[in-house]
């Protein structure tokens, strides 16, 4: 088919968060279409929209509806035609999508890592018993937990800049920052010591910016077809159904990291109690044509060594 380019005149709405991660996504996905098709940026339009899980800072996610909160206000713009893509970090997104839209488009995929970041201390063995610690990622806290239970973890949520500002008013000793979010926005100086995924497994599909459109729209398809990292959704297919499989929600630690070796694919997954109490990890090794298939054995697996009661916690 014949693409049709977007112009000044009838320029490609991106919709994103408002904030600077999610703008410097929005930039990033705009400038590998511009330089794909040797277009000026006014051929784009960023259109910032709000969303309920940027507006409500004080509770925990899982309190107000869980990750659909970052998207939901999104993907009903996409489908009334308000914008024509969606961009999106990749572990706040729900592994099903609404009728009508689809997300098959990954960019090149960052540093997969989890940051330790501190103004004094440079990793979690430098942590005194009981500090205190703040996050709002169910998966970090019950991985903290589970190796250091003596811990005080306390709730962290907000942006980049919204828990470093807490950071700086003493309200804990150390937080975790996605080491992709930090990359991207080019603070190089916040004192962050990325941690091994041996040590931490970073949450499902960490570090990944996707971009969702309508199904129907064919042209929009072949423009991202251009700026689309085929190894990235090879990882991501693998890392996505284990989710999938496991039925993750914003109430279920999980963490799952997919690497890519030659023609291999190496997967390994974990699922925690909140508390931290009791962690189950297991991987699987196969060819990439087989990573979904290997994502939802593994979570398969998982789920039978956990046991029904291992899920018991909920309104605990």
Request: aromatic share 4%.
């Amino acid at each position: 088919m014949t693409v049709t380019l977007p112009s000044p005149a009838s320029p490609l709405k991106i919709g994103t968060r408002g904030s600077p991660l999610a703008l410097a996504q929005a930039y990033e996905t705009r400038d590998r279409l511009a330089q794909a098709f040797d277009l000026s940026e006014e051929c784009f339009e960023i259109v910032v929209i709000k969303v309920t899980g940027d507006a409500v800072q004080d509770r925990p996610l899982k309190e107000i509806g869980g990750k659909g909160l970052f998207t939901r206000e999104i993907e009903e713009d996409l489908l009334s035609g308000k914008i024509d893509i969606a961009v999106h970090s990749m572990k706040d997104m729900p592994t099903l999508q609404p009728d009508g839209l689809v997300l098959d488009t990954y960019l090149p995929r960052e540093d997969v890592r989890d940051a330790f970041v501190s103004p004094s201390l440079s990793s979690i063995a430098d942590l005194a018993a009981g500090a205190v610690v703040g996050t709002s990622s169910l998966r970090r806290k019950a991985q903290l937990l589970n190796r250091r239970p003596d811990l005080n973890v306390v709730e962290f949520r907000g942006n980049v800049q919204t828990r470093l500002k807490k950071l700086s008013e003493g309200v804990a000793e150390c937080t975790f920052l996605a080491a992709a979010g930090l990359n991207r926005l080019g603070m190089a100086d916040v004192p962050a010591t990325p941690i091994d995924p041996e040590e931490m497994l970073p949450a499902v599909a960490q570090g990944a910016i996707g971009i969702e459109r309508r199904v129907a729209d064919d042209n929009t398809a072949e423009l991202l077809m251009a700026i689309h990292d085929i190894p990235t959704g090879q990882r991501l297919a693998a890392e996505r159904n284990f989710l999938l499989t496991l039925d993750g929600s914003c109430e279920t630690p999980i963490a799952g990291l997919a690497e890519l070796q030659g023609d291999a694919l190496h997967l390994r997954g974990e699922v925690l109690r909140p508390d931290g109490s009791q962690a189950i990890s297991g991987a699987r090794s196969g060819a990439i044509s087989d990573g979904a298939a290997m994502g939802k054995e593994l979570a398969e697996e998982l789920l039978a060594r956990a046991g029904a009661g291992f899920f018991d916690w909920h309104g605990s």
